[in-house]
């Protein structure tokens, strides 16, 4: 038990230690865009320095939420729920169920990357909607924070920053939130099945 909390802790002080060096690097990174006119870069190097950024700001809020509880930060009602009727209808028009399929395809196939999030027990449930709001935090804020970056480096005339930057958002942040809402609205479906069977047993 004493060996499994001081490994909880010491996963908890690296990812929390990770996400401040990206944090740093992106600020860095921020201030020399704000030093610089769009003819101190090429295309490709504005490219890598759009792809660099959206990485290292999402890592910023991801990278905590593998060891501390950050979804609490939001209000509970946010994940709630309210409309299934409209969340379908933007999962189908927006093709979000394609994406589920890259992942799968990717990442998510794999027996033992699916079991670290749903066991086949009762509790299991539980996990997966908590799993499910990590993921959706972790990807929230870093949407709003790289949209506030692109609108300011295309003000700026990085306009390639600006797209690639909006680019990887809205495949790398924006499609999972939909997924995971679509996600907790199937689980709640799914648990009220196995009670009311469990109940009839």
């Known amino acids: 038990m004493y060996f499994g909390y001081v490994k909880k802790v010491v996963k908890a002080l690296l990812s929390i230690a990770a996400s401040l060096f990206l944090l740093f690097r992106s600020i860095e990174l921020m201030r ?20 660099f950024m959206a990485i290292t700001v999402t890592g910023v809020v991801a990278l905590p939420g593998f060891a501390l509880p ?4 939001l209000p509970q009602r946010y994940f709630h729920i309210t409309n299934p009727q409209k969340l379908m209808y933007w999962y189908k028009t927006l093709g979000v169920d394609f994406f589920r399929k890259l992942l799968l395809l990717a990442f998510w196939g794999q027996q033992k990357n699916r079991k670290r999030y749903f066991d086949g027990t009762r509790s299991g449930f539980d996990n997966l909607i908590y799993q499910s709001k990590q993921s959706e935090f972790g990807h929230l804020l870093p949407l709003i924070a790289l949209q506030i970056i692109a609108t300011f480096c295309f003000v700026k005339g990085f306009a390639i920053v600006a797209l690639v930057i909006t680019i990887i958002n809205i495949i790398g942040n924006f499609y999972p939130i939909p997924l995971q809402r679509m ?7 799914l648990r009220e099945l196995h009670e009311k069977h469990s109940r009839i047993s």
Do not use: K, M
């Open 32 to 51: 020399q865009l704000a030093g610089s006119s769009p003819g101190d870069l090429n295309g490709w190097e504005q490219t890598f320095v759009g792809a």
């Open 70 to 73: 950050t979804s609490c930060l």
């Open 183 to 189: 996600h907790r609205y199937r689980i709640a479906r």
